[in-house]
């Protein structure tokens, strides 16, 4: 009897710490998964499955979906966000419409397009700190094309040269959003109102 007891102890023993053991993609058992498993949310990548990440839910949702679900059963394509009403087009928190002139329209761009920011001290000196984190590197600190990197690319442009100094501000923006030669497009790194306060110290330096 005392045998069969200590059998059953020890394979008890074995079998608790089989279930601890981790290998491959098993970690093992865990306590409390979602501590140690975030669950980015991810508006654009939309799981349908509902029960994705069954495993480590440990939330009861209302509806019984598992912990990666992320759809919305009320959208027609199951986005998370809500769809835009119909003939409409999302503005900027300043009321602006979003940058629709071609790369190739420069000369249009720079004609046409014009600062909706005041000079004041303020905006300059908030155009020389985005200066100096986007373009002081190729444009040098006083826009002269002697940043650093020009001294492995040739062609980096001066704008204190005769033919830049009447550039207007909306080439600048324009050629900030889409890039131009050498510079590559900048419109997805750099926000339009802070295109526009970059111009604005680009013509400060050319005085």
Not at 90 to 107: F, H, M, Q, T, V
Not at 161 to 185: C, Q, R
Not at 189 to 206: C, F, H, M, N, S
Request: aromatic residues 10%; proline residues 4%; glycine residues 8%.
């Amino acid at each position: 009897m005392r045998f069969v007891s200590s059998l059953f102890i020890g394979l008890s023993a074995a079998v608790l710490l089989t279930s601890c053991g981790v290998g491959g993609d098993n970690p093992g058992v865990e306590y409390a998964p979602n501590m140690y498993h975030s669950v980015a949310y991810e508006p654009y990548s939309q799981i349908v499955d509902e029960d994705a990440g069954r495993w480590l839910t440990s939330i009861d949702y209302p509806d019984g979906h598992a912990e990666f679900f992320n759809s919305n059963k009320h959208n027609l394509f199951r986005m998370t966000m809500r769809e835009a009403p119909a003939n409409t087009v999302s503005r900027n928190k300043n009321g602006w419409l979003p940058y629709r002139i071609e790369k190739d329209s420069l000369a249009f761009a720079s004609k046409t397009m014009k600062n909706p920011l005041d000079s004041t001290a303020a905006v300059v000196a908030e155009g020389k700190i985005l200066y100096e984190m986007y373009c002081d590197h190729c444009h040098g600190a006083k826009g002269e094309g002697n940043g650093k990197v020009s001294e492995k690319y040739n062609g980096v442009p001066n704008y204190k040269s005769d033919a830049l100094k009447s550039i207007t501000e909306g080439h600048i923006f324009h050629v900030i959003t889409h890039g131009k030669n050498l510079m590559w497009a900048h419109g997805s790194q750099i926000g339009p109102e802070d295109r526009w306060k970059i111009a604005k110290y680009v013509k400060t330096l050319q005085k």
